[in-house]
């Protein structure tokens, strides 16, 4: 399900989500197996035109689970909130690193140590208020 609602927000139209989802080259294991349980084959096979209903009917499950952001789907939007999310990143490592302090990204978390810790927090809730302005829920993990 993950792999169909990453597929959706992040192509441009349905069409290309569903394209994404049928080419078998790009499936993990894991969302080939899921897709074979489902009925759900892939392009090589001689079922195509069944394998775009079942898909399309995965899709309106999807937008319908998730309804609040449902106009978003096939958009690019995902694409685009990954671009902010890098640049806030990147803005973050920098002005750290401009104040002398070594920071780690790791995944969507940074990693300083314990004395920079407020730094870091200054700094990521100042990029993310510049990209929203909102001010962010950040969960500390340690």
């Not at 349980?37 to 079922?47: E, H, M, N, S, T």
């Not at 789907?73 to 690193?97: C, H, N, P, Y």
């Not at 790791?106 to 927090?121: A, R, W």
Request: proline share 2%; charged share 30%.
């Amino acid at each position: 399900m993950k792999k169909a609602i990453n597929t959706l927000i992040n192509a441009r139209d349905d069409d290309k989500a569903l394209q994404s989802l049928l080419d078998g080259r790009k499936m993990s294991s894991e969302t080939r197996e899921l897709f074979l349980r489902a009925g759900i084959l892939y392009v090589k096979d001689k079922k195509v035109k069944q394998n775009r209903k079942l898909v399309r009917e995965l899709f309106a499950k999807v937008k319908a689970k998730h309804a609040p952001i449902s106009e978003y789907f096939g958009t690019g939007e995902g694409v685009k909130l990954q671009k902010i999310d890098s640049d806030m990143a990147a803005s973050i490592i920098l002005r750290l690193w401009r104040k002398g302090i070594s920071c780690l990204s790791l995944h969507d978390s940074f990693i300083v140590e314990e004395q920079n810790e407020q730094e870091l927090l200054s700094q990521m809730e100042l990029a993310y208020y510049e990209s929203f302005s909102l001010p962010p829920m950040i969960d500390k993990k340690y």
